[in-house]
C-alpha cells in the first residue's frame, strides 16, 4: 500500500532550496544551547563552559595594531586582557540576568567568552593600551621599534670618490 505524497502549493518559498534561507551559525548555537541544557538536565548543577568568540575588527597603521571588539553589557571589571609576545588573548563573561517571570526567548550571547588574535609583527607589551566605550572595547598594540616601516634615504656620491678610493 502507498502512502499519499502531500506537495506544497504555490511556491516562491518552496523553489529555493532547502536550507538557503536558514542561517547555519545561528542553528548550531542553538544546537549547543539545547545540548548544554540536556547536559545540565541530566547531570545537573552547570554545564561545562564553552567559550565563545565575540566580533571584531583588527586594522593596522603605521606605527599600531587596532583591534575593536563588540561587547554590548559587558562591564570593564569582568574583562581580562592579556599580551604575550605577538598573541593578544580577551576573555571574560556575559553573567545571565536575574529575571521575573518565564523568559519566552533569548537569543543574546552569555557565559564565558574568549577571543585570541596572533599579531604578525613585534609588538611593544608594554604600551598597549584598552579602553571601553558604549559596549566596544578598543586595544591598541603598538609596534616594536624594529617593526616601524623606516625610510631611508639615497645619498648621492659623485664618480670621482668612487674611482680614487
Known amino acids: 500500500m502507498t502512502m499519499p505524497v502531500r506537495r506544497p502549493r504555490g511556491g516562491a518559498v518552496q ?56 561587547l554590548p553589557g559587558v562591564k570593564s571589571k569582568d574583562i581580562d586582557v592579556e599580551a604575550n609576545g605577538q598573541e593578544l588573548v580577551v576573555t571574560g563573561e556575559i553573567k545571565e540576568k536575574e529575571r521575573k517571570g518565564v523568559l519566552r526567548r533569548s537569543t543574546r550571547r552569555t557565559g564565558a567568552f574568549e577571543y585570541r588574535l596572533r599579531l604578525p609583527g613585534e609588538v611593544d607589551t608594554e604600551k598597549i593600551n584598552a579602553q571601553m566605550s558604549d559596549g566596544v572595547l578598543a586595544i591598541t598594540v603598538p609596534k616594536a621599534e624594529v617593526a616601524k616601516p623606516r625610510h631611508i634615504e639615497i645619498s648621492e656620491t659623485s664618480e670621482s670618490t668612487e674611482s680614487s678610493g
Open 15 to 70: 523553489d529555493r532550496p532547502l536550507g538557503w534561507a536558514r542561517d547555519p551559525l545561528t542553528q548550531f548555537d542553538q544546537l549547543l544551547g539545547e545540548m548544554s541544557g540536556l547536559i545540565e538536565s541530566t547531570v545537573g548543577g552547570v554545564a561545562p563552559a564553552i567559550a565563545w568568540t565575540p566580533l571584531a575588527d583588527v586594522t593596522e597603521s603605521d606605527d599600531a595594531f587596532h583591534v575593536e571588539i563588540e
